[in-house]
């Protein structure tokens, strides 16, 4: 019996993703674990492996297509399996045993798309709009009337590609219309402009992060600190694992170092290992700590899990598996949910202070600064040492300035006495 392959949830926070690439194509063998496509979310690209063997039946969708949970992709079973009726009787595909949904109705034919003539976004049952989330976000933003758009998306659905379409066309809605009208340009004027630059449309990816940077500066009372430290025992302990001397620690880094001292400092002050929604603190019990990674396709932020709990060496080797997975598109959405406090390091750039953006809704982050050399007097003589600086950005509606500077101050200590850290 043929098997309907379904949308995989994505994490509490997606709802719908969009399908980017076909790795399989009809006529197909294919095997258990086989890669059958790729997802894009607003976060990061993943592929989807095959739960079944067997023959790809037919596709039920297409690349580009923004799809919800739950959705039917495509049907694998044995060659000349009927899958007219996905839901029919007996000899027709059945839904993957994963799903806990009800299989989709007849979904019958995907490929046939509505005549934009003939629908709008309102031809949902009792005419209420049916759209995904980003497709509203976009419409709210730009202004454009979602009832306007052609909808080309699963069960008559506008997705964000119908809205974007609209604003490639230059049609707006009711809600652009109303605002004042501008007086159109020269056509000259504007051909000259537009030789002046080129247009590059914003990725998925940079997207959801300024909405994301905007929402955290607009929506919090963001103040940074800064203090530093002698970084001279974090550096003898690093040059102690790379030569072998402390065993399985030859590839330990800075950067692991500092989330390592982050996670055991934290539990000592609960709120900032904590949500702040503006009504009450989520005060969290594991340390799910997030570091900021840079990427081709813009900044991710991977969580470590329970970090409070592991080992320096488990905290380095953790990292860089997320940071691998994060730079070759592979992170899921679960692996950047559910973070409580955030670091970011730019040290490695040379930055000597910075003043980093609040992940929401949490209600701090770290920034780690370049090693710096610095002079000082003991008995009167100067003294040259190697100091890091740290930048913690708090939310001042959570967290007053005071609990913030001794977060950081015990941060800082923790650090300057790093063996003794690892002593505990």
């Known amino acids: 019996m043929a098997n309907i392959v379904l949308m995989p949830q994505l994490g509490i926070s997606e709802d719908s993703a969009v399908l980017s690439q076909w790795r399989v194509k009809e006529g197909e063998a294919v095997k258990a674990g086989q890669i059958l496509f790729t997802l894009e979310t607003g976060k990061s690209s993943f592929d989807v492996e095959s739960e079944f063997e067997g023959t790809v039946l037919k596709l039920l969708c297409g690349e580009g297509d923004e799809l919800p949970i739950k959705a039917p992709i495509c049907v694998i079973g044995e060659p000349g399996e ?51 989330p980003r497709a509203r976000r976009l419409a709210e933003k730009t202004g454009i009337d979602l009832a306007a758009a052609v909808p080309t998306g699963p069960e008559g659905r506008v997705i964000e590609r119908d809205v974007q379409k609209l604003l490639d066309e230059g049609k707006i809605g009711a809600a652009a219309a109303s605002s004042p009208a501008t007086p159109e340009k020269m056509p000259a004027a504007v051909s000259a402009a537009e030789a002046a630059y080129t247009v590059e449309p914003l990725s998925r990816v940079r997207r959801v992060i300024a909405e994301n940077m905007h929402r955290s500066l607009s929506e919090m009372a963001q103040l940074t600190l800064t203090a530093s430290f002698d970084a001279t025992a974090l550096i003898d302990f690093r040059k102690a694992a790379k030569s072998g001397a402390v065993a399985g620690l030859e590839a330990v880094t800075y950067n692991d170092m500092v989330l390592f001292a982050v996670s055991r400092t934290l539990p000592e002050f609960p709120y900032f290992n904590a949500h702040f929604t503006g009504e009450e603190f989520r005060l969290f019990r594991a340390v799910n700590l997030g570091f900021a990674c840079d990427t081709e396709k813009g900044l991710l932020v991977p969580v470590i899990r329970d970090a409070e709990t592991l080992s320096l060496k488990a905290v380095s080797e953790r ?106």
Do not use: C, W
């Open 82 to 132: 009927t899958v007219d009726e996905p839901n029919g009787a007996d000899g027709a595909a059945k839904p993957a045993a994963e799903a806990s949904v009800p299989a989709v109705p007849e979904a019958a034919a995907p490929e046939t798309r509505p005549a934009p003539a003939a629908v709008s976004a309102e031809n949902s049952a009792g005419g209420r709009l049916h759209s995904s």
């Open 319 to 424: 990292a860089k598996a997320l940071a691998k997975a994060a730079q070759n598109g592979q992170l899921s959405p679960a692996d950047m949910q559910d973070g409580t406090f955030t670091v970011s390091n730019l040290g490695s750039l040379g930055i000597e202070s910075f003043t980093p953006v609040i992940n929401p809704p949490q209600t701090g982050i770290l920034g780690v600064n370049t090693l710096e050399t610095r002079v000082r007097l003991e008995n009167d003589a100067p003294v040259y040492y190697t100091a890091m600086s740290l930048s913690l950005t708090f939310d001042h509606r959570a967290v007053d300035g005071a609990p913030a500077a001794r977060f950081l101050a015990a941060l800082a200590k923790n650090l300057e006495n790093f063996t003794l850290l690892l002593a505990k």
